[in-house]
């Protein structure tokens, strides 16, 4: 057929520019494709938003490609009539193969270098904390707060998306929805949690891959640091024997997800701050119970959605934590990044923190200059006296303002409850309020402070049992830093 005068595929193939672009366009979009693909398919998947470039990117540019092949073609066709009309003799045969040939060996140099760098870059790139939350505004709350957590150096991926095919399939799916929501203007703000959402993914294939609550952990010691609101900033300390436990033996962790325990709930709110049924079950003993919140029955909760009870349903923010202006700056005191002997910084710090301000670079500039403006104010010669100290004060306060507030992305103060613990947000005292009982009320969750801590210190000025440990010091040494 390439012989016949009258239908020269050779010279409608090659003798335009456009169908050598679009052939090297969708060549080029399939080596990526090919390149990118195999990368995801490990055994832990990668990046989730590495499905924009897998489906959307390439196959736009595979499109794309195609369309200028059928163009290039059809001016090819042209292009032969008129010298069929015209009785011009078509070039030797020899020059249409020389050009495809030329045309593969560019083209494959180019994919070369394509699959072994650029692609290679890409997904590198797509893996990062960095593409995840600075590539996408409405995720900058959340990324703010990862670079101070202790899992900074974890990629999200390890995290947020679940391993195999099926997690892989899942994200690239989650991150061309996403995709579309931001472009769109469809994202939530603030952005739902994992939780919130029903996109969580179990945490016995996550976080499990590294922590696992079954390991017997005994005891750990927490320290609370706070600080009162007079002249002097009083600092008090509370320290509690936290007992962790886990396995077998008890504890925290042994009584909710020990050998055999089995613990169900059903949430009336999609945050699952609010919830009205417990059922613990036992399969080693076979004893199974059954708790109502004061106020709830069996009609009321039938409809409800029921979990079943998970690592993260209280460490609900291991990363991703935002505090409370009072919490913020107790540990910025307690650090020494806020001088807690400048007077009543406290006070002014938390009113400070609590205003209304428009944007965050308002808040930037509106905070450090309040903040001297009261010093000037109130006490003059200390203002002239310590004013890098209230200038370096200034700033702290302002950052930790920036690192839990976006009035843009409508986060402010508590927009995240943290469910560990139950001084911040109600935490434990989902369940552990003292109003969860058995149809027959004769037991109930307990409420008991000693059955998850020993308080060895309640608010004192300082802990005798600190410099007992030898601890007191080291406390005192880091203020003065």
């Given at each position: 057929?390439?012989?016949?005068?009258?239908?020269?595929?050779?010279?409608?193939?090659?003798?335009?520019?456009?169908?050598?672009?679009?052939?090297?366009?969708?060549?080029?979009?399939?080596?990526?494709?090919?390149?990118?693909?195999?990368?995801?398919?490990?055994?832990?998947?990668?990046?989730?938003?590495?499905?924009?470039?897998?489906?959307?990117?390439?196959?736009?540019?595979?499109?794309?490609?195609?369309?200028?092949?059928?163009?290039?073609?059809?001016?090819?066709?042209?292009?032969?009539?008129?010298?069929?009309?015209?009785?011009?003799?078509?070039?030797?045969?020899?020059?249409?193969?020389?050009?495809?040939?030329?045309?593969?060996?560019?083209?494959?140099?180019?994919?070369?270098?394509?699959?072994?760098?650029?692609?290679?870059?890409?997904?590198?790139?797509?893996?990062?904390?960095?593409?995840?939350?600075?590539?996408?505004?409405?995720?900058?709350?959340?990324?703010?707060?990862r670079q101070n957590s202790p899992h900074a150096r974890v990629l999200c991926v390890d995290c947020h998306v679940a391993p195999g095919a099926a997690g892989w399939v899942t994200s690239k799916a989650a991150g061309t929805r996403q995709l579309l929501d931001v472009v769109f203007h469809r994202a939530r703000k603030p952005i739902e949690s994992?939780?919130?959402?029903?996109?969580?993914?179990?945490?016995?294939?996550?976080?499990?891959?590294?922590?696992?609550?079954?390991?017997?952990?005994?005891?750990?010691?927490?320290?609370?640091?706070?600080?009162?609101?007079?002249?002097?900033?009083?600092?008090?300390?509370?320290?509690?024997?936290?007992?962790?436990?886990?396995?077998?033996?008890?504890?925290?962790?042994?009584?909710?997800?020990?050998?055999?325990?089995?613990?169900?709930?059903?949430?009336?709110?999609?945050?699952?701050?609010?919830?009205?049924?417990?059922?613990?079950?036992?399969?080693?003993?076979?004893?199974?119970?059954?708790?109502?919140?004061?106020?709830?029955?069996?009609?009321?909760?039938?409809?409800?959605?029921?979990?079943?009870?998970?690592?993260?349903?209280?460490?609900?923010?291991?990363?991703?934590?935002?505090?409370?202006?009072?919490?913020?700056?107790?540990?910025?005191?307690?650090?020494?990044?806020?001088?807690?002997?400048?007077?009543?910084?406290?006070?002014?710090?938390?009113?400070?923190?609590?205003?209304?301000?428009?944007?965050?670079?308002?808040?930037?500039?509106?905070?450090?200059?309040?903040?001297?403006?009261?010093?000037?104010?109130?006490?003059?010669?200390?203002?002239?006296?310590?004013?890098?100290?209230?200038?370096?004060?200034?700033?702290?306060?302002?950052?930790?303002?920036?690192?839990?507030?976006?009035?843009?992305?409508?986060?402010?103060?508590?927009?995240?409850?943290?469910?560990?613990?139950?001084?911040?947000?109600?935490?434990?005292?989902?369940?552990?309020?003292?109003?969860?009982?058995?149809?027959?009320?004769?037991?109930?969750?307990?409420?008991?402070?000693?059955?998850?801590?020993?308080?060895?210190?309640?608010?004192?000025?300082?802990?005798?049992?600190?410099?007992?440990?030898?601890?007191?010091?080291?406390?005192?040494?880091?203020?003065?830093?």
């Amino acid at each position: 057929m390439g012989d016949n005068p009258r239908r020269p595929i050779l010279m409608l193939l090659t003798s335009h520019w456009l169908t050598f672009v679009g052939a090297a366009l969708a060549t080029t979009a399939i080596c990526s494709w090919l390149f990118a693909l195999p990368v995801q398919l490990r055994g832990h998947t990668s990046n989730p938003y590495i499905g924009i470039l897998v489906f959307i990117i390439i196959p736009v540019v595979l499109i794309a490609g195609l369309i200028l092949i059928v163009a290039g073609i059809f001016f090819g066709r042209k292009r032969l009539e008129k010298m069929q009309r015209h009785l011009i003799a078509l070039p030797d045969r020899r020059i249409y193969l020389r050009r495809i040939a030329v045309f593969f060996v560019l083209t494959a140099a180019v994919n070369i270098v394509i699959g072994a760098e650029a692609t290679y870059r890409a997904v590198e790139h797509m893996e990062t904390a960095q593409f995840c939350g600075q590539s996408c505004h409405v995720m900058k709350p959340e990324f703010t707060a990862r670079q101070n957590s202790p899992h900074a150096r974890v990629l999200c991926v390890d995290c947020h998306v679940a391993p195999g095919a099926a997690g892989w399939v899942t994200s690239k799916a989650a991150g061309t929805r996403q995709l579309l929501d931001v472009v769109f203007h469809r994202a939530r703000k603030p952005i739902e949690s994992a939780i919130q959402s029903g996109r969580l993914v179990p945490s016995r294939v996550t976080c499990e891959q590294c922590h696992w609550p079954q390991k017997f952990d005994a005891v750990k010691l927490r320290v609370i640091e706070r600080f009162q609101e007079d002249a002097a900033n009083t600092e008090t300390q509370t320290v509690l024997m936290m007992l962790i436990g886990g396995g077998d033996l008890g504890g925290i962790h042994g009584k909710h997800m020990g050998p055999g325990v089995e613990i169900h709930y059903a949430a009336s709110d999609s945050a699952r701050q609010t919830i009205p049924w417990v059922e613990c079950r036992n399969r080693k003993t076979g004893v199974s119970n059954a708790f109502l919140a004061d106020g709830s029955n069996p009609a009321s909760i039938a409809n409800l959605p029921r979990y079943e009870m998970q690592c993260v349903d209280c460490h609900n923010r291991p990363t991703h934590t935002f505090d409370l202006p009072d919490r913020a700056v107790d540990g910025a005191l307690a650090e020494g990044r806020i001088a807690s002997t400048l007077p009543f910084i406290k006070k002014e710090a938390v009113l400070l923190l609590k205003a209304k301000y428009a944007s965050n670079d308002e808040a930037s500039r509106a905070i450090p200059a309040a903040l001297t403006e009261y010093y000037r104010q109130s006490d003059p010669a200390l203002c002239n006296k310590r004013g890098q100290d209230i200038a370096a004060a200034g700033a702290e306060i302002a950052a930790i303002y920036n690192r839990n507030v976006f009035p843009d992305l409508k986060v402010s103060w508590g927009t995240y409850p943290n469910n560990l613990g139950h001084t911040d947000a109600p935490g434990c005292f989902r369940c552990h309020d003292g109003s969860h009982s058995t149809s027959d009320k004769k037991e109930s969750i307990t409420q008991d402070c000693n059955t998850c801590h020993e308080p060895l210190a309640m608010d004192e000025a300082p802990p005798g049992v600190l410099k007992t440990l030898n601890l007191s010091d080291y406390a005192a040494s880091l203020q003065k830093k």
